[in-house]
């Protein structure tokens, strides 16, 4: 028989053994984290169960499930009574929340909370530490010393690592405090001082995208294909996200709407300007106005509120009208990024329903339903800055830099009163 005088086909070229590398990686690291946070959200759930929510085979899933068991993460629920069927039932598992938990560090204007969260972000424990100063060195050696002392106080437990998340312009890549005028800080290279006293992974990254984060893993927002969390307090902020993953921007500067004006705006800012977002609605206008108004002499938003649960008219006026003017804010973004789900995390919207009523008033009544005040309204920045630790370790849960087995010891070292 002739031979064929029609060309050979070209030798199949494999990728390079590093690229094959990176891309088993990333493949691996999916699996985990998709099968960790289905047990997270469906738990206590059947593998089989599992593989089908997934799109992952049964043996794939039953192979993450067997490493999750070995670290601690997992474990088997109760088996469910036998049936008259044939077979053996299927196991349930389920998160194992007693043995890990992650430190939160929340750096305010006027204190810092400093929390630890289980594996469902639930809080633990929590200390709020008032400043005596801002000097960052100082601010985050108390924080530390918090987290200590909430270590101390809960025995049997191993932390995995920090979450830092605070106001103003934070550089998540770097760890780093870029901005946070309120503070007077600048360049505070929070992950490298927090890790050289605890021993710890630290993540660092703004409030907002924490929250944005929290409320995508433990909150209302689960499920959301696109997800905008409009912080207000001393500090005002934005973060979205669109399918599962937050916009950082260059340098992590997204979100920052401190100076975007606001339509009937009077107050002065230090920009020069009047009407910015920042300064008509920072809670330190906000109590500026209730001593103004005879309310309360106070510069702590939580007692505005008090006076305004007690029936103080002046109150109730001044909260409400606020969240009338985040509604504003909160339509010019929907207007901009039309997000599925917008979260807002202000005392009164938070607190009252009367103020989430005139916020829902000026986004408009085909829009109300969108908005949703925070999952966690007595715990915000607490689950802020765990969250930050949490959104880490379920994108990578078998990562080896925050994995148990490596720091089983972890919490001995951070605990120890030795550590500087």
């Known amino acids: 028989m ?38 997270l959200e469906h738990g206590p759930v059947a593998r089989s169960t599992v593989a089908r929510l997934t799109g ?45 938990v992650v430190g939160g560090v929340h750096v305010a204007v006027p ?18 530490l008032a400043h005596s100063g801002t ?33 103003g312009w934070v550089d998540r890549d770097s760890g780093t405090i870029v901005e946070h005028a309120l503070l007077g800080w600048r360049d505070v290279a929070v992950r490298e001082v927090i890790e050289a006293r605890t021993g710890l992974p630290v993540h660092v ?26 912080f207000v307090g001393n500090v005002v902020d934005a973060a979205f996200a669109t399918n599962d993953e937050v916009h950082h921007g260059p ?21 020069g300007r009047t009407g910015c977002l920042q300064a008509e609605l920072s809670e330190r206008t906000l109590c500026r106005r209730a001593r103004e108004a005879g ?26 009208e606020r969240a009338r003017l985040v509604g504003r804010a909160a339509a010019l973004l929907l207007d901009v990024l039309n997000p599925d789900t917008v979260v807002v995390t202000e005392v009164g919207v938070i607190h009252r329903e009367d103020c989430l009523g005139a916020l829902r008033d000026e986004v408009g009544a085909d829009r109300a339903a969108a908005v949703v005040p925070t999952s966690f309204p007595d715990s915000v920045l607490a689950v802020a800055g765990g969250s930050v630790a949490l959104d880490e370790f379920y994108r990578d849960p078998l990562a080896p830099h925050h994995g148990p087995v490596d720091h089983v010891g972890g919490r001995e070292a951070i605990a120890s009163p030795g550590t500087n």
């Open 56 to 100: 992952l085979s049964p043996a794939s899933v039953t192979d993450y499930c067997a490493r999750f068991a070995v670290l601690g993460l997992i474990r088997e629920a109760p088996a469910p009574p036998r049936s008259k069927g044939v077979g053996r039932p299927h196991v349930p598992v389920d998160l194992d929340d007693s043995r890990f």
């Open 295 to 320: 309310v309360v002499d106070t510069v702590n938003p939580m007692h505005v509120l008090a006076a305004a649960t007690a029936g103080d008219p002046d109150a109730v006026r001044l909260l409400v």
């Open 205 to 230: 990254d703004g409030h907002a995208r924490a929250l944005v984060n929290g409320e995508r893993l433990f909150g209302r927002a689960r499920g959301s294909r696109s997800v905008l969390h409009l």
């Open 135 to 167: 000097e960052p060195g100082r601010v985050l050696a108390n924080a530390v010393d918090g987290l200590k002392a909430l270590l101390a106080d809960a025995p049997g437990v191993t932390p995995l690592s920090v979450g830092v998340a605070t106001g």
């Open 111 to 128: 204190y810092t909370t400093v929390a630890l969260l289980d594996l469902r972000g639930r809080v633990v424990a929590e200390r709020r």
């Open 2 to 39: 002739p031979r064929s005088l029609a060309p050979s086909p070209p030798p199949t070229r494999r990728a390079p053994a590093p690229v094959r590398r990176a891309v088993d990686s990333d493949r691996r690291r999916t699996s985990a984290s998709v099968i960790l946070r289905c047990v």
């Open 251 to 271: 340098r992590s500067q997204a979100g920052a709407i401190a100076h975007l004006p606001l339509a009937g705006g009077t107050e002065r800012c230090d920009c």
